[in-house]
């Protein structure tokens, strides 16, 4: 079954880059989205296919792709955004599939 | 704005089929080119797709959960539902609705979610 592989957790100080990794096969020709999700909240989808950044989501946000890795980069990190982010994509059945997810510590 | 909301019992016994519905407002479930879905996460786990549905009735299901899930739509209540059956402990999970938004016949995403609901599995 198709998976995505993202690093268990990432920790930066406030004001840095976090940069988190999701890789999986399909990748070069599926779009990857990201969601946030905060402690005992729903994921809030942060991006989509890739680098679009829906309305209401800061700009310090955003995506990139290159070949089988995707990459939400968060740019002068601060405290509320520490959180779960998960990557998710779906395989050629339309089947969706999610990375497990990446713990941000905002040191 | 459109807004969701699981509901459905809390605690289910062990091989019995777990129910949950989603209800929609702020918006007809009908109107737009809109899939709806299923997700739930086990308590300090990751998020797992149960399945989706379209209005016409179409289902698409995780292929490791379908042969205990049903999903089904009830357009005049803005509704949709989820059976599970033959549960065990390892179903125990916090349950999310969510509207799918639609990119190609292979790709989409989820733009609201509901709530969730957390649905233990035990005698």
């Known amino acids: 079954s198709y998976e995505l592989t993202q690093p268990p957790s990432v920790s930066v100080s406030p004001g840095q880059t976090a940069r988190i990794t999701c890789s999986g096969d399909a990748l070069p020709k599926q779009y990857a989205y990201w969601y946030q999700q905060k402690p005992g909240q729903a994921p809030v989808l942060v991006i989509y296919k890739d680098s679009e950044r829906p309305s209401g989501i800061p700009e310090r946000f955003s995506g990139s792709s290159s070949g089988t890795t995707v990459t939400l980069t968060i740019s002068g990190v601060q405290a509320e955004d520490e959180a779960d982010y998960y990557c998710?994509?779906?395989?050629?059945?339309?089947?969706?599939?999610f990375g497990g997810g990446t713990k941000l510590t905002v040191l | 704005q459109v807004q969701l909301q699981e509901s459905g019992p809390g605690l289910v016994k062990p091989s019995q089929t777990l129910s949950l519905t989603c209800t929609v407002s702020?918006?007809?479930?009908?109107?737009?080119?809109?899939?709806w879905s299923w997700i739930r996460q086990p308590a300090g786990k990751g998020l797992e797709w149960i399945g989706r549905?379209?209005?016409?009735?179409?289902?698409n299901y995780n292929p490791s959960l379908k042969s205990r899930v049903t999903i089904s739509v009830d357009t005049s209540k803005n509704q949709f539902s989820l059976k599970l059956s033959s549960v065990t402990a390892a179903d125990t999970a916090v349950y999310y609705c969510a509207r799918i938004v639609v990119v190609t016949a292979t790709q989409y995403y989820f733009d609201y979610w509901g709530q969730g609901t957390l649905v233990t599995v035990s005698s």
């Open positions: 998710q994509s779906a395989d050629s059945r339309a089947h969706v599939v």
């Open positions: 702020g918006g007809s479930i009908s109107s737009g080119s809109y899939y």
């Open positions: 549905i379209y209005t016409s009735g179409s289902t």
